[in-house]
């Protein structure tokens, strides 16, 4: 995918052992088809060579402030100023304690930090990846710094946590080049969800028959994944609550993971009072067996196959479509239909039936597993069609449809 067409994105790179995946990150931004250019400062290049960035970004590294060499056919020995004003963001990674100490005090004694001063700031977002040792990060004049950053209007990442350089263990390792990639990329996605908590269900749900056998389908949970990212993307506090798939959680996103249906439903009601956004993706199971067996069922020889008789499972949508927050729309409820056939009429009849204000139409052996697919998006005035794209495509096309209706919802 092209995450970042376009987007022109000033890498700096600070003193800190993370410098090596900088590497790394400088690959996947330009992968995504961002023009990088790098800047770094003295104490970056003890920690890897101006040769490495410069041949994956393609671009002269820049570390001096009195560098005098023409910027895109500038010549006018300002690097600062011209560096800055061509970019969409500048994003240190890895960026040092003591570089957060000095953008905070506005000092601008090399190229890096001069730039990061001299960038316009409503047009150039600064993008901070801290990289330090678990105490460092922890001590109060850091995390001081990361708030008065934030209050000044950049954006600073969270940090991993595991193993250290150092050899201790906790807080404070940058965040891994992918990561970092989600970030930038959902960054620039536009908020239209600032302030809404979002909650989604996804995947197939799992239906004991005894302890090693179950019912369950074919959902890959990748569509519901998908929204939750691009909710998250928007702007949102997004809760997943996942049947049982193997998908990576989207950067940001609270995860549940469940079983059963009925497991399904508490974790949903638990987190359904403080939401404003209901989204139904799951494939949950329409039936369950009456009883699951304590033990495995056995073959006894006899060729005779066990009887499975079945109860039918909650529907998670039309109950929470059919509570009072669901009626009156304080939680707005989407709901997905599965259909084999006749992809209008059921949906149609579905969203009537489970009183949900819009319902979203797809054919279910042609996503199930599935990276690209098709919607239909049926509310009381008829239905719109979202052509065949990409999952993550189509959840941001949906997101955004669904931030316009609870716009209107006022
Ligand atoms: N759904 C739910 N709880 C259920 C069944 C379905 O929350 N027990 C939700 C799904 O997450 C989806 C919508 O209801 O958003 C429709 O699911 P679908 O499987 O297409 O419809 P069913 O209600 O199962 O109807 P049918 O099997 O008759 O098509």
Same mark, same amino acid.
């Given at each position: 995918?092209?995450?970042?067409?376009?987007?022109?994105?000033?890498?700096?790179?600070?003193?800190?052992?993370?410098?090596?995946?900088?590497?790394?990150?400088?690959? @996947?931004?330009?992968?995504?088809?961002?023009?990088?250019?790098?800047?770094?400062?003295?104490?970056?290049?003890?920690?890897?060579?101006?040769?490495? &960035?410069?041949?994956?970004?393609?671009?002269?590294?820049?570390?001096?402030?009195?560098?005098?060499?023409?910027?895109?056919?500038?010549?006018?020995?300002?690097?600062?100023?011209?560096?800055?004003?061509?970019?969409? @963001?500048?994003?240190?990674?890895?960026?040092?304690?003591?570089?957060?100490?000095?953008?905070?005090?506005?000092?601008?004694?090399?190229?890096?930090?001069?730039?990061?001063?001299?960038?316009?700031?409503?047009?150039?977002? %600064?993008?901070?990846?801290?990289?330090?040792?678990?105490?460092?990060?922890?001590?109060?004049?850091?995390?001081?710094?990361?708030?008065?950053?934030?209050?000044?209007?950049?954006?600073?990442?969270?940090?991993?946590?595991?193993?250290?350089?150092?050899?201790?263990?906790?807080?404070?390792?940058?965040?891994?080049?992918?990561?970092?990639?989600?970030?930038?990329?959902?960054?620039?996605?536009?908020?239209?969800?600032?302030?809404?908590?979002?909650?989604?269900?996804?995947?197939?749900?799992?239906?004991?028959?005894?302890?090693?056998?179950?019912?369950?389908?074919?959902?890959?949970?990748?569509?519901?994944?998908?929204?939750?990212?691009?909710?998250?993307?928007?702007?949102?506090?997004?809760? &997943?609550?996942?049947?049982?798939?193997?998908?990576?959680?989207?950067?940001?996103?609270?995860?549940?993971?469940?079983?059963?249906?009925?497991?399904?439903?508490?974790?949903?009601?638990?987190?359904?009072? @403080?939401?404003?956004?209901?989204?139904?993706? @799951?494939?949950?199971?329409?039936?369950?067996?009456?009883?699951?067996?304590?033990?495995?069922?056995?073959?006894?020889?006899?060729?005779?196959?066990?009887?499975?008789?079945?109860?039918?499972?909650?529907?998670?949508?039309?109950? %929470?479509?059919?509570?009072?927050?669901?009626?009156?729309?304080?939680?707005?409820?989407?709901?997905?239909?599965?259909?084999?056939?006749?992809? &209008?009429?059921?949906?149609?009849?579905?969203?009537?039936?489970?009183?949900?204000?819009?319902?979203?139409?797809?054919?279910?052996?042609?996503?199930?597993?599935?990276?690209?697919?098709?919607?239909?998006?049926?509310?009381?005035?008829?239905?719109?069609?979202?052509?065949?794209?990409?999952?993550?495509? &189509?959840?941001?096309?949906?997101?955004?449809?669904?931030?316009?209706?609870?716009?209107?919802?006022?």
């Amino acid at each position: 995918m092209n995450e970042l067409a376009g987007k022109h994105i000033v890498l700096g790179l600070t003193g800190g052992i993370a410098c090596y995946k900088a590497a790394e990150l400088c690959r @996947a931004l330009i992968k995504e088809g961002a023009t990088v250019q790098v800047v770094m400062t003295a104490a970056a290049q003890q920690f890897i060579t101006p040769v490495t &960035l410069q041949a994956l970004s393609g671009r002269t590294v820049y570390d001096s402030q009195w560098d005098a060499r023409p910027v895109n056919g500038v010549g006018n020995n300002m690097p600062h100023i011209n560096l800055s004003r061509e970019a969409d @963001a500048i994003l240190i990674a890895p960026c040092s304690a003591d570089f957060m100490a000095k953008l905070l005090h506005g000092r601008a004694d090399d190229l890096l930090s001069l730039l990061c001063l001299a960038r316009p700031l409503d047009k150039v977002a %600064l993008l901070i990846a801290p990289a330090m040792n678990r105490e460092m990060w922890a001590h109060p004049a850091t995390q001081r710094n990361v708030a008065r950053l934030r209050a000044d209007g950049a954006t600073v990442f969270e940090v991993g946590s595991g193993d250290q350089a150092c050899g201790e263990t906790g807080d404070g390792r940058m965040l891994e080049p992918q990561e970092l990639l989600e970030e930038v990329i959902a960054f620039f996605q536009p908020k239209t969800l600032t302030g809404q908590q979002v909650l989604v269900t996804a995947g197939p749900t799992y239906e004991a028959i005894d302890p090693v056998r179950g019912i369950t389908n074919l959902s890959s949970g990748k569509m519901g994944f998908a929204i939750a990212r691009a909710a998250r993307e928007a702007g949102a506090a997004v809760t &997943l609550v996942a049947g049982p798939v193997s998908l990576a959680t989207p950067r940001g996103v609270r995860r549940i993971d469940v079983r059963s249906a009925r497991d399904m439903l508490q974790a949903v009601q638990e987190h359904a009072p @403080a939401a404003t956004v209901f989204i139904a993706t @799951a494939a949950v199971a329409d039936w369950r067996p009456a009883s699951a067996a304590e033990q495995k069922i056995k073959k006894d020889g006899s060729g005779k196959t066990p009887e499975l008789s079945f109860v039918e499972n909650p529907d998670i949508l039309a109950t %929470l479509a059919q509570s009072p927050r669901g009626r009156s729309r304080a939680l707005y409820c989407v709901g997905f239909a599965a259909e084999s056939h006749d992809l &209008l009429a059921h949906t149609q009849a579905k969203r009537q039936r489970k009183e949900v204000p819009l319902l979203v139409g797809n054919i279910g052996p042609a996503t199930f597993g599935q990276d690209d697919n098709a919607l239909l998006l049926v509310d009381e005035l008829g239905a719109t069609e979202l052509a065949r794209a990409s999952k993550l495509s &189509l959840a941001r096309q949906l997101i955004a449809n669904i931030a316009n209706r609870i716009g209107a919802r006022g």
